[in-house]
C-alpha cells in the first residue's frame, strides 16, 4: 500500500502564505497523479488541486484558482500545494491523494482516488 504523508500545516493569518507538502512511499510514486483535497468541520471533502504524473496539467477548484498552485518533484516522492493570499474559508484539514488510473475523468471526485493521506490542519485567522 502506498504511503501518504502531509506536512506544513499550520496557523496563519489571513492574506498569508503556507506551503502544504505530501511525502509519498515506494518507488513509483512518477506513476501517479497527485490531488489534494480538504474538509472543513462538518462539512464533505472537496476538490482542491490535482496535477498529472509528469506535472505537465494542473487542475484548480474555483474556490483556489490563482491563489494556490500545485507542483510536485518526482525525484523526491513529493507533492507540494503553495497557498498565497489565504483566505479564512481556506481553513480545513488538508489531505493529499494519489491516483493510479489514467485519464483525468474523476479528477476533482474522491473516487478517482486510490490513496489518502492523514490530513494536516490548516487554519486561517482574520
Known amino acids: 500500500q502506498v504511503q501518504l504523508v502531509e506536512s506544513g500545516g499550520g496557523l496563519v493569518q489571513a492574506g498569508g502564505s503556507l506551503r502544504l507538502s505530501c511525502a509519498a512511499s515506494?518507488?513509483?510514486?512518477?506513476?501517479?497523479?497527485m490531488g489534494w483535497f480538504r474538509q472543513a468541520p462538518g462539512k464533505e471533502r472537496d476538490f482542491v488541486a490535482r496535477?498529472?504524473?509528469?506535472?505537465?496539467?494542473?487542475y484548480y477548484a474555483d474556490s483556489v484558482k490563482g491563489r494556490f498552485t500545485i507542483s510536485r518533484d518526482n525525484a523526491k516522492n513529493t507533492v507540494y500545494l503553495q497557498m498565497s493570499s489565504l483566505k479564512p474559508e481556506d481553513t480545513a484539514v488538508y489531505y493529499c491523494?494519489?491516483?493510479?488510473?489514467?485519464?483525468?475523468?474523476?479528477?476533482?471526485?474522491?473516487?478517482?482516488?486510490?490513496?489518502w493521506g492523514q490530513g494536516t490542519q490548516v487554519t486561517v485567522s482574520s
Open positions: 515506494g518507488r513509483t510514486f512518477s506513476t501517479y497523479a
Open positions: 496535477i498529472s504524473r509528469s506535472g505537465g496539467t494542473t
Open positions: 491523494a494519489a491516483s493510479i488510473y489514467y485519464g483525468d475523468r474523476y479528477y476533482n471526485s474522491e473516487r478517482g482516488y486510490n490513496y
